[in-house]
């Protein structure tokens, strides 16, 4: 039980790699904040975890309602500042926050793509990482607790055809190593994973947009020398080791969880 009594933010955690982190803390004892614009799946995720933390420990009566969904866009200021009051007021604490939530626009040169449709993107998936940093940071002090943003290979290796998807990767990357200088002083560790393919509806919604969706699995698959896609908890289980003193002399990293496929690009 390496995160008991402890408490972990999850944006974009009712699905896809989100849900497998706040599988893999429930089950390590965190109490759970599930934060997600679609508020049933939410609410269905933070449900379902409450029965695999009560099987694991056998304690039915304590645990009932130790999670909580709460419905936010990350793209709106004021709803992340009222994600973070919301878990304070609900648990009084804050020790992780993994900064999860992200869209993948569908693959679009760069001259068909407008600029507005840019800060679409960089609005979700980096500006609510810095917002959400701005309104947790306060309680993170309070805890020495940790931020993990999950980032993506693309930040350093690029990828055609997703140029406002990269570069919104990379600045979460870049923004990891300066907070992490910042935060130093408060105890506070900041780091990065950098995942290249992960089996998520994200990823099956992309597939399914294809003329033959088995065989870009496939494709995809092969991608990793490994020979296949990470599972979430595969994801869940590198953010846990950042967010405990597993990983105590560890800052300021972008970790690749990529089953050797940067290496291979
Ligand atoms: N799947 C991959 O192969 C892969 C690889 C590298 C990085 N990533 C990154 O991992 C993260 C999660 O990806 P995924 O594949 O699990 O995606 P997903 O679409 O399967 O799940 C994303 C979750 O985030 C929520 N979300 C999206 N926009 C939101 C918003 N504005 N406000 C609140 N919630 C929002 C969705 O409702 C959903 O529950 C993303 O940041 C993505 O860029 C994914």
Redesign the pocket.
Known sequence: MRFSERVVLV??????????CCRVFAKEGAYVAV????AS??ETLARSLTGSHTALTGNHTALTGNHTAIL?????ED?IRAAVDRTIATYGRIDCVI??????PPDTPLEKMAPEKVMDVL???FL?TYTMCYYALPHLKKTRGTIVN?????AVLGQRNSTA?AAS?GAQLSFTKSLALECADFGIRVNA???????????R?WASSLPDPEAALSR?AALQPIGR??D?EE?GRVCLFLATEDSSFITGQGLHVDGGASLDY
């Open positions: 944006t974009g955690g009712a699905r896809g790699i989100g849900a497998g934060v997600d614009r679609d799946a939410a936010a866009d990350v793209a709106v709803q900064n999860n939530a992200g869209v993948h609005r979700v998936n609510s999950i980032s993506s290979m693309t998807y990767k994973v950098l995942p290249s393919n992960v089996d998520t509806p994200l990823m919604d995809i896609m990470a979430v994801i």
